[in-house]
């Protein structure tokens, strides 16, 4: 499976394949991106080669977002037919996943995006 993966600050871009997000071909694809977000959990989906997405799709796209959450980042859309709009917005995902026109604007999305407050001085807060 010919995966293409363009490397980004503060993200990483991987198009899916026509057949990644099919169970058949599911669990090369998925070591793929796992391998990828543990060096950046900013992960933006191509879906520029899918037409169609299944639930085994939905649930593939669902499995990245929790791994990358658990990495302190997330998962955003880009290029994604009007057929997999329709089939995120009837699942109400499409208020969970972002979906934006371009790569380029999904990348720039996470360049941009606020980053969490930190407490740089050091303490934690306890419960007496």
Request: hydrophobic content about 40%; aromatic content about 6%; proline content about 4%.
């Amino acid at each position: 499976m010919e995966t293409r993966i363009e490397r980004h600050e503060g993200a990483v871009v991987i198009e899916v394949p026509e057949d990644g997000l099919k169970i058949a071909a599911f669990d090369e694809f998925r070591l793929i991106v796992f391998d990828e977000i543990k060096r950046c959990p900013n992960l933006v989906l191509d879906m520029m080669r899918i037409s169609f997405f299944a639930s085994s799709g939905i649930g593939g796209v669902l499995l990245f977002m929790k791994r990358c959450r658990e990495l302190g980042g997330d998962v955003k859309l880009c290029n994604a037919s009007d057929s997999i709009r329709l089939v995120l917005k009837t699942m109400r995902l499409d208020s969970t996943l972002e979906v934006l026109p371009t790569r380029e604007a999904a990348v720039r999305a996470f360049q941009t995006a606020p980053t969490s407050p930190s407490d740089d001085s050091g303490t934690q807060g306890s419960v007496n």
